[in-house]
């Protein structure tokens, strides 16, 4: 069946402009995670959404960054005023449901904020 | 101390030898574990779970030690295609929390 995909996959933006980024989860998986990688670095975790609610947005670096999640599917990302340390690759998985489940991972998204 | 913890590496291994990676984790509560590896400039993807009586999946071996706190995983007869990073996973310890470590970086050569 078809993974996770996100979209898009790379993105060149100005600084101070929002950008979003769109994360389509594999069916039937209930929750869904956003992380962030800058290179050569671990992951960075930034929110988890169970169903359509967020429990967790502790890894939410500022108030610039905000998530949604609609329908219990897609989700998108926000990034408003965007700062050049916002460039990094954004990581989208899905799993199950949140807690033990195995965790599945999107290709990424690319951000980079000249 | 960090919530789970790996050896950076890198390691340096020929084709054909055996190489194991620990990684420790502190919250005795948690639940799963997993070991995922994360090639260069690509998204991670799940290598095995590692469950409570060990586990083998071809000439990959995982490990869980419980009372000392860390997962293991042992490649046997390397191979170059093995090159990649290693990232450990720990999930649970009250409510969701999924940590990733911050990845063991593998080299095989020649």
């Known amino acids: 069946g078809a993974g996770v995909s996100q979209s898009p996959s790379n993105k060149v933006t100005e600084k101070g402009k929002d950008v979003e980024l769109r994360c389509d989860p594999i069916s039937g998986h209930t929750a869904l995670y956003w992380y962030r990688q800058s290179l050569g670095q671990g992951l960075e975790f930034l929110i988890y959404?169970?169903?359509?609610?967020?429990?967790?947005k502790s890894g939410l670096p500022s108030d610039r960054f905000s998530a949604e999640r609609t329908g219990g599917s897609v989700s998108t990302l926000t990034i408003q005023r965007t700062q050049q340390e916002d460039s990094a690759v954004y990581l989208c998985a899905s799993s199950l449901a949140s807690g033990s489940y195995e965790q599945y991972f999107g290709p990424g998204t690319r951000l980079t904020v000249t | 101390r960090k919530e789970v913890e790996q050896d950076p590496g890198p390691f340096n291994v020929p084709e054909g030898a055996t190489v194991a990676f620990n990684c420790t984790y502190s919250n005795s509560a948690s639940q799963s574990f997993f070991w995922y590896r994360q090639d260069c400039r690509k998204e991670p993807k799940l290598l095995m779970s590692v469950y409570s009586s060990g586990n083998e999946d071809g000439r990959f071996t995982a490990q869980l030690n419980r009372a000392s706190q860390y997962i293991s995983l042992l490649i046997r007869d390397s191979k170059l295609s093995d090159s990649a990073t290693y990232l450990c996973?720990?999930?649970?310890?009250?409510?969701?929390?999924?940590?990733f470590g911050a990845g063991t970086r593998l080299f095989v050569k020649a």
């Open positions: 996973v720990v999930n649970g310890g009250g409510g969701f929390k999924t940590i």
């Open positions: 959404f169970q169903g359509n609610s967020a429990p967790d």
